[in-house]
């Protein structure tokens, strides 16, 4: 007998906390702020009745960084959920984080901004701090989603990748994907990775807690099973101990890049919609690549050749399928709520293979399929 599919109408917001579960999320701590906030009280409910599992409200989203650092050294899956300011105050500890490898996946629901802004309305105004808001040379994965089905799917995505990488994991949504309520599928456990740290193979005293390796990932044991590590977010050698020696600091922080850049097959996602014989295409994520996508169905009914490259995958960006696609196009059309983050990028990889056009918008309103349409035909 076919196995029936658990199908739920929720928010992209719960959805978050599906694929949390689902990954083996076992470790929330956080602070509400409005867009992000039902992923907090859904954790609140849902979390302490899972198995060996925490939910604990910290008193900021400095703290709440504190705390799944410090969970995530002792073995837990974690994760944390926040919006625009709260996302400037974690940039430090993201930045501790990257230093000490600790795998955790961080979920920013974009509203409007600076400062406190439109706290109710869309905007993708943290594309680049997501990518360079703590301070220092570092490698960074931030994904996005356009749907709810994508926010229990990415979200799962942000997890395994945090755990084979040991590394901080952005989730980026906007307001609007975060509050869209429709249906989407929980998968079956078969259809599904869940990957989990990789612990040592050796005895605890041939262990060293930052040695490289082929992955350039080395193994994590929680904290208490008996391996010493020391941990700081100094410059430190494979011991763990802070260094001032330039090779090892070489070392260390080539290995930190190292162990992302050999893995881009693997990281950077992108979907493609009518691309193949495209001569115009719009590059779109989150929301905005929902606009896209009713926009190109309507420009090809009226004879334009539009497609459509939505990016799940935003840093590393994913290079390989832009100047690709841009090779083949007149015409690249970004649109972005925001003054052209994204844009830039696509711009810099472009590098004048071809025609690059904008759609910018800060008003708190979302792009919609028309305003993309309009400038598909003038194209």
């Not at 719960?14 to 409005?34: D, S």
């Not at 799944?68 to 919006?83: C, D, E, N, P, Q």
């Not at 974690?90 to 930045?95: A, C, K, R, S």
């Not at 807690?209 to 350039?216: A, C, K």
Request: hydrophobic fraction near 40%; charge should be negative; glycine fraction near 8%.
């Amino acid at each position: 007998m076919k196995k029936k599919r658990t199908q739920l109408f929720a928010l992209g917001n719960e959805a978050v906390v599906e694929g949390a579960l689902l990954a083996g999320c076992t470790f929330f701590a956080g602070y509400p702020i409005t867009p992000s906030s039902e992923i907090m009280e859904v954790m609140a409910q849902r979390l302490p009745m899972e198995e060996d599992s925490v939910f604990i409200q910290m008193e900021d989203e400095i703290a709440s960084m504190g705390a799944i650092i410090g969970a995530s050294l002792a073995g837990r899956k974690v994760m944390t959920a926040t919006s625009g300011p709260g996302f400037s105050l974690m940039q430090e500890l993201i930045g501790y984080g990257c230093m000490v490898e600790a795998p955790m996946v961080i979920v920013n629901v974009m509203r409007g901004g600076p400062s406190t802004g439109l706290p109710t309305s869309p905007a993708q105004g943290d594309v680049q701090m997501a990518r360079w808001g703590t301070h220092g040379d570092h490698p960074i994965i931030v994904l996005s989603a356009s749907t709810v089905q994508q926010c229990l799917d990415m979200t799962i995505t942000a997890f395994n990748f945090a755990e084979k990488y040991r590394t901080p994991v952005i989730l980026l949504l906007d307001e609007v994907t975060a509050h869209t309520r429709e249906r989407f599928e929980l998968p079956f456990a078969e259809e599904y990775e869940v990957f989990s740290r990789i612990t040592p193979s050796v005895p605890p005293e041939w262990f060293h807690p930052f040695q490289d390796s082929l992955r350039g990932v080395p193994p994590m044991p929680p904290l208490g099973a008996g391996y010493r590590v020391h941990v700081t977010g100094l410059t430190h050698d494979e011991m763990g101990f802070p260094t001032q020696r330039p090779e090892e600091i070489e070392e260390a922080i080539s290995r930190l890049f190292r162990k992302i850049d050999q893995f881009y097959p693997d990281i950077m996602m992108v979907e493609e919609y009518k691309t193949e014989d495209a001569e115009v295409a719009v590059i779109a994520y989150g929301s905005v690549a929902r606009s896209a996508h009713h926009a190109v169905d309507r420009a090809r009914e009226e004879g334009v050749k539009a497609g459509l490259l939505e990016l799940k995958t935003l840093f590393p960006f994913p290079r390989p399928q832009v100047v690709k696609l841009a090779r083949r196009c007149k015409c690249l059309l970004v649109p972005e709520m925001n003054m052209g983050q994204m844009s830039r990028e696509v711009k810099r990889v472009n590098n004048g293979i071809t025609r690059v056009r904008t759609i910018n918008r800060v008003d708190g309103r979302i792009i919609t399929p028309t305003q993309i349409l309009k400038n598909l035909t003038q194209i």
